[in-house]
């Protein structure tokens, strides 16, 4: 019996492509979402074992939609699939329970023993990848009924670090200066008491703010 998969991406260029790379695989796709909504929606009429999720979408973070499959699908492996291999993505992914982060690119051989074993219920995280985060996650946080006084602006910071932005692209979705952006970190590191975005991301998602 072949396993079930559902693949989340916005671009039908790499859904075509993966339809072409799984062929004669044992792997079928019974569905294609190109947003997190249809996503949902889709989980809720058709069962498969693994959902293959893209973590960057127009319509919102890929990473807020595993969450709420998480939530609402339990049982589903989710698989990330990015053409970024961002640690506060990783992070955050392990973090939310996803079973594993392959980048886009990978040979088919990597992808297709990726999704076989995630729907055997392994996971798929390499020793790297979980080095990388194993600090952050285990990063002791301030205790979460402690308030930290960050202001509006820095929260704002705080929320696109931590969906994996780029101190640039803060910059303009704000509409601020690089400079200033980069002195808006500085300043949310040292009031949360971490010594990296990874670690400021995993806090802020501890922390419910994302």
């Not at 955050?92 to 980048?103: E, S």
């Not at 590191?189 to 995993?202: F, H, N, P, S």
Request: aromatic fraction near 4%.
């Amino acid at each position: 019996m072949s396993i079930r998969l559902i693949v989340v991406d916005d671009h039908p260029v790499i859904r075509r492509g993966l339809e072409n790379m799984l062929e004669g695989s044992g792997i079928s796709i019974v569905g294609e979402a190109a947003s997190a909504e249809q996503a949902l929606s889709l989980l809720s009429l058709i069962s498969a074992e693994v959902v293959l999720l893209d973590v960057r979408m127009p319509d919102g973070d890929g990473l807020d939609c595993l969450s709420r499959i998480k939530l609402d699908h339990p049982d589903v492996a989710v698989l990330m699939y990015s053409t970024f291999g961002n640690p506060t993505y990783v992070a955050r992914a392990v973090a939310l329970g996803a079973v594993g982060y392959v980048t886009k690119g990978k040979p088919k051989e990597l992808l297709c023993d990726a999704i076989c074993r995630v729907a055997k219920g392994e996971t798929v995280w390499s020793r790297d990848e979980l080095r990388r985060v194993t600090g952050a996650l285990a990063t002791p946080r301030l205790d979460l009924d402690v308030e930290v006084p960050l202001t509006a602006r820095e929260a704002e910071v705080l929320k696109r670090l931590t969906s994996g932005k780029t101190n640039k692209e803060i910059a303009n979705s704000l509409t601020i200066s690089y400079e200033t952006v980069k002195e808006h970190v500085q300043n949310i590191l040292r009031k949360i008491g971490v010594t990296d975005r990874t670690q400021a991301a995993v806090w802020a998602f501890r922390k419910g703010i994302v």
